[in-house]
Every structure is written in structure tokens, then in C-alpha cells.
């Protein structure tokens, strides 16, 4: 929709919201750039105005209310809500083993048995005879016996006598950062606070890392002091009031950096991005100078280009660059770290036609300066494979077996090198496993499972079916089916309720995946389809901008797209077809439904952004701009209004069901967007309120990321049951809760 075609956002007379609490509601319109902009239920932002508390409490009451009918329709079925938790629990019984970190004979990973709630920090060690022996070393669950709080990261120091973590709590991602003593366990440093999102990168020895945090709050304005980054030096045991700025004074303030120390301690490179923008810039310096610890001298890799870049210094002393400079889908260049401009660069792995580089590894018989093989993991259609090269000519030479047609993550070797590289890998179907891929023999192996039960999964079909978009561009979904549900050819018997899920954004790319969520529906006779819309990252860096700022509505129309494919293929119908997504999927949700109220019977719309003209003043929204736009731009506002859920609701209008989640705790989307659009919408739609209902399901003490397995599985389970009501899953005639096909 272009600008000039824009109606007023300013909706007629609120329908009578008799069935649901009231609002409280202004007859506020805004003139903004030419704009006439309502919003009516701006009182909602504030969380802590009565009437706001007020409103929320009754619809935890209203949402009660639906909850104690629905146990009640759930009972027999395997939604009921004991069964379906315990599903839920099975699915997820096997838990989670990570790939290796290794640091000389000690190995640092995070597990979760399958009933724990949170993922622990192991190490494994020698134990002197010939064994080896585990200890967990950072437990959440140790830390607060409540599970609210949440491990962000952690990080080993290069010799490995010493483990960098950072925990947050609340759901609030505010990650303090903590040091202990890898023999003892004992905590040697911190807590060193205003440390989220940053990277720790040591120095040989132990004795000081690199790290990012944000500037005290009193030298910047109350508005800013979720911005404002610096790369700091910290020396361990010493306050962090003395720490050493080294870098990020006079940058965007919304810049996130990275920062890393090659094996040697000779180079440090840090990396920064403006808020999300798909651009990087990359300095390097050389730490071998007098002084250079604390005031190193940096030299551009590259600044100011329109390119995402990321560089490293190899083993062999080479520096590396993967870069969608001049290419996409990505390519592999390299060059000497003394001479490390654009200019230097050599392409050693160029752009596939399609696959997307993701990810590389170096490989040797012993002697890290001279790599014996290059391994690059590529996405292909969302879809994982592992090459071999030539470490010197980037020559195909071979490829690494994969299980199946799934994902894998990371390729991990040891630091001093060798012939082992390490990956994780799953599908829709496959738990996480950890394989170890043998450069020697070419072989893959398990190297390490999940530590608890494999469960019992179903039967499941699953095919990439392709789309036609509004504009004649190609869109791929993965649909998961029951196998008894379809026929010899992969089509449906019969169309079928069905969830249909996407996110669109932010170059995330949507990779098969293990779900209990989607198994546990699937089984119950479901189906599932994962949709790779424009604005991830699944076909390169041309299908993410093809899906942000003017361009958007193209996410939009992707998943109607394949919305209406599944209908017209007899997979569902539009009374039993669901659309589900999170944070921008939630975003993505909103529009759908605002959008194409026709083609859904529930909406399961989860820590979303909905009003996008104001987005930007709440939580890290102002990061988001290079994404979707700035509001305070005149044409950027009005790609904005083009898809604004809050403001695209229509008065009269039979929306369908839907089901906003939001946590309190949020400090990424404020829930005051899922507050504004559950009142318009309640206040607009014609739907019955007891056949289509417009709930919000809030949580307390957890946030936008981590959880707690128990609460995982809570919110889960209450998102399937609503889904299943609304689209007449809980009626039909299904197999019970794990039974196989």
C-alpha cells in the first residue's frame, strides 16, 4: 500500500464490548507528518496506571474463566490438561546435551536431564585413572530455587582454569556477569552488571578478557541507558569501576559489538552493528605493541560498507572473512591480518548459486598452521549440508554424511587443532544429538545424546511443498502430517486442523527443528506447516531485505500465500486453519489477522509488536528501525500505517479467536502492544465471544527469552489446547496422546 493511498488510521465508534472488561478508551488522534493517527487505548502503555492494572486483572478473570470451560471440553482427549502436560514432558524427557567446548583435556558443555528446568555448565576432566569425571560447574536452578533465573552465556578461559557466566532473572535478560575457579568451583570475580548481550573474550593466562557494558546510568539520559555500549578491558579480581574503555565512544549508541582474541593473544577484533541493521563494520589490532592491552590501535577490516561481515584469525595465522559482501548467500575470503582491507581479500569459498554459507571449520594431522581440510556448512532450502574442501584452493573435494534431511549447528574443533569437528544435529522428528565427523576416515558418529529417554515419537510425513506470493516469487513451507493422514502420494485424506507458523524477520531462518509443541499436535491428528517467509535469512541476504522496512507487506503476503495453498491442496479450511508466531512472528500474527480475518478460525499471538507507529519508544524498539522503519520519518511512517495491526482494525469486522501471550517480565517487546490490540479487537469484532474469543494469557517472573522447562511446558500446553478448541481438534476422532501411527 503506498502512502499516498492510506486511509486515516482513525476507526469509526467502538462496537459494544459488553462481553469482555472494559478499556479505557480516548477519542486521542494524532496529526503525524500529514498522518491522522487514533489511539484510543494509550492508557494501556502504562503499566502502572490503575486503570491499566485494573483492566489486566480482569482479563486474567476473563481468561480464567475460559480456562476452566475448556478443561472441562478437553476432558477424554489427548488435549485434556494432565494428558497433554505429560505428553509435553515425554516429548521433552530426553533433554539437551551441547556441542563440546574444549580447552586442553578439559571439555565445558551445558546439559539438561529431562527433568530439569534449566540447562546446567558441565566440564569433564581427566580423572587420573584413565577415566574421565563431570561436575557441573553454574546450576540456575542452584542459584534460585524459585527457576527464574536463566543462564545467558558463558565462557571458558583459554587455558580453561576458569569459567566467565552471566546470569539474568525475571525474564528480564539483564545478564550479571560472574568468574569462577574451573578446580574449585569457587567465585574469584564479579558481579559485574549492565552486561547483557556481551561477549567475553580472554586473554592467555586468565588474568583480563574483553567484554561489552553499558555506560553507568547516570551519564546518559534516562531514555538511553538501554543503549550506549563500550568494549571494556577487565582485569580478574579488580572492580569493574576500573575497567579500561578500549572502544566504542563516538558510535551509534545503539551499537551491539563483539569481540574476540585470537588463540595467540596477539589479535583482537571487534566487530559492531547499528541496533539490527544488516551491516557490520570490523577493526583489527595488534596486542603485541607496548600498552596495547589497554589502548590498542585499531585498523579497519571493514567499515562502512552495506555488507554483513564477520572475521577471525585462524590457527594458522591467516584472517579469515565470511561476508555477504558483493554475494548474498555468502562467500569465504582470506587474507593476511597486517594487511586486512577489502582490497586484500581473496575469495576462497565463493557464493553458492543457491545454499547459504553459514559456517566454517579448518581441519589438520596435527599442525594447525598447515590445514589439511576446509568444511562449510551450507543451508539449502533451509536445509543443512556439510562440504570438504581444500584449505588452499577452496576446491570441492568432498562432503560430510548427514542423518537426514535436517539442521545442524555449529562445527566445532579444538583449539589446538586436530582431525575431530563436532556438530549438533536435528530434524522435525530427531532430538538434538551431538555428532563428531573424523577428517581421517570421512566417517560421522553419536558422540554424545541426550541424557534422558528417546521418546516415543509418531509416524510423521513431512514434505517442502512451494508457494506462488502475491508477486510471483517462490515460498517454501515444511508440512508435518500424521503418516496414517495422508496417501501413498504424500496428499491429504482429508483436510485436517491445522497450525500454521512463521516469523519473517530479522535474517532468522526457520531450519527443521524438534518440537514437542509440534509433535504432540501432529499426533493428536493435526497438521503442522513451518513457513520460510521473506525477511529470514532461509534463501540469503536478498530474501531478508525482499521482507523488511518498505518492503514488509511481502511477509505478509508470503503467508497468505501459503495459507490459501493449503486450503485449495485440501489440507484445512479456512474454519480449521490457526496461525501462531512469537515476537515478530507475533508481529506477523497481528497482520494476518487484521489483514485476513477470512482465512482463520484462532490466533495464537505471542510477545509481539503490534503498534508500529510507536514502537520504537519501548523496550530495545528503537534498535528495530533499520528492520521495519522509523516511525519519525514521514515515508517511513507510512510503510509503517500500511500494516500497523493496531491500526488496521476495523470496526464490525468477524475476527478470529485469538490467543495473546505476553510476560510480564518482557524487557525486549513491551506488553503494552498486546494489551492496545486485545482491546480494539474486543471492542471491534462481531465474532460470538464465546465461539471466536479475543483472550490475553499473562505470565509473571519470566520474559521474552529463557524459561523454565515446567513453565515451557504450561504455556505450551495452554497454546495447543486453545488452537485445538478453536479449530475442532478436540472433536475429532484421534489416536490417544502416544500412540504410534
Not at 623 to 648: F, I, K, M, V
Request: one cysteine or more; hydrophobic letters at 40%.
Amino acid at each position: 500500500m503506498t502512502t499516498e493511498s492510506l486511509p486515516d488510521a482513525v476507526p469509526g465508534p467502538a462496537a459494544s464490548p459488553a462481553p469482555y472488561p472494559p478499556a479505557p478508551r480516548s477519542d486521542l488522534v494524532e496529526d503525524l507528518h500529514g498522518h491522522r493517527v487514533a489511539d484510543p487505548y494509550r492508557t494501556l502503555e502504562d503499566v502502572d496506571d490503575e486503570r491499566t492494572q485494573a483492566w489486566s486483572r480482569a482479563q486474567d478473570d476473563l481468561y480464567a474463566a475460559y480456562r476452566a470451560r475448556l478443561g472441562d471440553a478437553a476432558e477424554g482427549t489427548p488435549f485434556a490438561g494432565d494428558v497433554l502436560q505429560e505428553r509435553l514432558r515425554a516429548l521433552l524427557g530426553a533433554g539437551f546435551v551441547g556441542a563440546p567446548a574444549w580447552r586442553g583435556d578439559r571439555r565445558f558443555f551445558s546439559r539438561r536431564a529431562g527433568e530439569q528446568e534449566h540447562a546446567v555448565v558441565v566440564v569433564a576432566e581427566p580423572d587420573g585413572a584413565g577415566g574421565e569425571r563431570e561436575r557441573v560447574l553454574v546450576d540456575p536452578l542452584a542459584l534460585d530455587a524459585a527457576g527464574t533465573t536463566t543462564l545467558d552465556a558463558w565462557q571458558p578461559s583459554k587455558e580453561g582454569h576458569l569459567l566467565a557466566y552471566q546470569v539474568s532473572h525475571g525474564g528480564t535478560e539483564e545478564s550479571v556477569l560472574h568468574v569462577l575457579d574451573v578446580a574449585t568451583g569457587e567465585l574469584v570475580d564479579g558481579p559485574v552488571d549492565r552486561a547483557r548481550y556481551s561477549p567475553v573474550a580472554w586473554l592467555p593466562g586468565g588474568d583480563a578478557f574483553y567484554y561489552v557494558r553499558r555506560l553507568a546510568p547516570d551519564l546518559v539520559p534516562a531514555d538511553e541507558q538501554q543503549y550506549h555500549r563500550r568494549v571494556w578491558l577487565h582485569r580478574v579480581g579488580t572492580s569493574p569501576e576500573r575497567d579500561v574503555e578500549v572502544f566504542g565512544a563516538g558510535l551509534d549508541m545503539t551499537s551491539y559489538y563483539g569481540v574476540q582474541v585470537s588463540r595467540d593473544g596477539r589479535w583482537l577484533l571487534v566487530s559492531a552493528s547499528a541496533g539490527t541493521a544488516p551491516r557490520t563494520d570490523v577493526w583489527i589490532a595488534d596486542l603485541t605493541a607496548p600498552g596495547a592491552q589497554d589502548a590498542p590501535t585499531f585498523t579497519e577490516v571493514a567499515v562502512g560498507l552495506d555488507a554483513e561481515v564477520g572475521a577471525w584469525v585462524g590457527r594458522d595465522g591467516r584472517l579469515y572473512v565470511h561476508t555477504d559482501l558483493d554475494a548474498p548467500r555468502g562467500r569465504l575470503a582470506v587474507t593476511d591480518p597486517t594487511s586486512p582491507g577489502v582490497e586484500h581479500w581473496v575469495t576462497l569459498l565463493p557464493q553458492d548459486d543457491v545454499a547459504v554459507l553459514e559456517d566454517v571449520a579448518f581441519v589438520d594431522d596435527g599442525d594447525p598452521v598447515a590445514p589439511t581440510a576446509l568444511l562449510a556448512a551450507w543451508r539449502r532450502h533451509a536445509v543443512s549440508e556439510v562440504t570438504v574442501h581444500d584449505p588452499r584452493t577452496g576446491r570441492r573435494t568432498g562432503e560430510v554424511p548427514l542423518p537426514g534431511l535436517g539442521s545442524i549447528s555449529g562445527l566445532v574443533t579444538r583449539p589446538e587443532g586436530g582431525a575431530s569437528v563436532w556438530f549438533s544435529y536435528t530434524d522435525h522428528v530427531t532430538v538434538p544429538h551431538v555428532h563428531r565427523y573424523d577428517a581421517t576416515t570421512g566417517e560421522v558418529t553419536v558422540w554424545a545424546s541426550p541424557p534422558g529417554a528417546l521418546p516415543d515419537v509418531p509416524a510423521v510425513h513431512t514434505r517442502q511443498i512451494e508457494v506462488t506470493s502475491a508477486d510471483g516469487t517462490t515460498v517454501r513451507a515444511f508440512v508435518l502430517a500424521r503418516a496414517d493422514r495422508v496417501d501413498a502420494d504424500g496428499r491429504p485424506l482429508a483436510p485436517a486442523p491445522t497450525v500454521l507458523y512463521g516469523y519473517g524477520g530479522f535474517q532468522i531462518s526457520l531450519d527443521p527443528a524438534y518440537s514437542a509443541t509440534t509433535l504432540a499436535w501432529v499426533e493428536a491428528g493435526g497438521v503442522y506447516v513451518v513457513a520460510n517467509l521473506r525477511g529470514g535469512g532461509e534463501e540469503g541476504e536478498d530474501w531478508h531485505r525482499a521482507g523488511m522496512r518498505a518492503h514488509k507487506q511481502n511477509v505478509f503476503d508470503d503467508f497468505h500465500a501459503v495459507a490459501e495453498r493449503l486450503v485449495a491442496d485440501g489440507w484445512t479450511t479456512p474454519g480449521t486453519l490457526a496461525c501462531w508466531g512469537g515476537s515478530n512472528g507475533g508481529l506477523l500474527v497481528g497482520a494476518a489477522v487484521t489483514q485476513r480475518p477470512d482465512l482463520w478460525a484462532a490466533a495464537v499471538c505471542s510477545a509481539p509488536l503490534l503498534d508500529m507507529v510507536r514502537y520504537q519508544r519501548f523496550g530495545l524498539g528503537v534498535t528495530w528501525t533499520e528492520e521495519y522503519g522509523d516511525a519519525d520519518d514521514p515515508e517511513e511512517l507510512g510503510w509503517l500505517l500500511g500494516y500497523s495491526p493496531y491500526h488496521r482494525v476495523v470496526d464490525g469486522t468477524a475476527y478470529p479467536a485469538v490467543l495473546f501471550t505476553v510476560f510480564e517480565g518482557d524487557s525486549r517487546v513491551d506488553p503494552l502492544h498486546a494489551r492496545k490490540l486485545a482491546a480494539a479487537l474486543q471492542a471491534a469484532t462481531s465474532s460470538d465471544p464465546d465461539e471466536r474469543p479475543v483472550l490475553v494469557r499473562r505470565e509473571i517472573g519470566v520474559g521474552h527469552g529463557a524459561r523454565a522447562l515446567s513453565r515451557t511446558v504450561a504455556l505450551s500446553a495452554e497454546q495447543l489446547q486453545f488452537v485445538a478448541e478453536r479449530t475442532g481438534l478436540l472433536a475429532q476422532d484421534v489416536l490417544p496422546a502416544g500412540s504410534a501411527a
